[in-house]
Structure formats: structure tokens, C-alpha cells
């Protein structure tokens, strides 16, 4: 089986930082893409940002452009999503995608993590 684990959520305040780590682990054999979406309270889960495992090229919404940063690291098969200047509107839970080839089943296959919360307070 293969796992998305996240961390790194918490409580901040506007004009503050975090960062975002995701693991992943077990049967992972190709990563094509790892990227982290958002959902806030009443509305609908959008993508944050996103990372080509194969040649690096990442793409931010443009919400977050210039404010968050998406970056892999290969060794650690781990996604960082590096959020700077957060605003009380980046509220929501984070969660954590991949583009996964198993070892034991060979399928590809759109993996979540369970989410982390994210609350920025004014």
C-alpha cells in the first residue's frame, strides 16, 4: 500500500509562515506528481500547487503566487510546501495529492492524505 503522510499544519497568525511536509511511503514505485490542495469550510477543494517528480516544473495557483513555494525532494520522496505572507483567507485544510505507481499492484493511481489543518488568524 502506499501512504501520504502530512504535517506541519498549525495556527498562525496573518503575515506568518509555515511549512508543509508530505511523505510518501510503502509500495511506492513511480512518482509522477505530488502537489497539495485546499479546502476551506463551505467550499469546494482547489488545487494550491504542484510538482512534475520527473522534471521538477511546478505550478502555483494564482492565489498563492509569489506567497507559496512547492518544492521535492527526491531522496525523501517528500513534497515541502513552503507558505509565506498567509492571510486569513489561506484558512482551510491542506491536503496532500500524488500520482503514484504501486510496486505490488502496477497500477497508477491518485492518492490523498488525510489533511492538515491550516489557521491563520487576523
Known amino acids: 500500500q502506499v501512504q501520504l503522510v502530512e504535517s506541519g499544519g498549525g495556527l498562525v497568525q496573518s503575515g506568518g509562515s509555515l511549512r508543509l511536509s508530505c511523505a510518501a511511503s510503502g509500495s511506492v514505485y513511480i512518482i509522477y506528481t505530488m502537489g497539495w490542495y485546499r479546502q476551506a469550510a463551505g467550499k469546494q477543494r482547489e488545487l494550491v500547487a504542484e510538482?512534475?517528480?520527473?522534471?521538477?516544473?511546478?505550478e502555483h495557483a494564482d492565489s498563492v503566487k509569489g506567497r507559496f513555494t512547492i518544492s521535492y525532494d527526491n531522496a525523501r520522496n517528500t513534497a515541502y510546501l513552503q507558505m509565506n505572507s498567509l492571510k486569513p483567507e489561506d484558512t482551510a485544510v491542506y491536503y496532500c495529492?500524488?500520482?503514484?505507481?504501486?510496486?505490488?499492484?502496477?497500477?497508477?493511481?491518485?492518492?490523498w492524505g488525510k489533511g492538515t489543518l491550516v489557521t491563520v488568524s487576523s
Open positions: 510538482v512534475l517528480v520527473q522534471n521538477g516544473r511546478t
Open positions: 495529492n500524488a500520482d503514484i505507481t504501486s510496486k505490488t499492484t502496477h497500477s497508477r493511481d491518485d492518492y
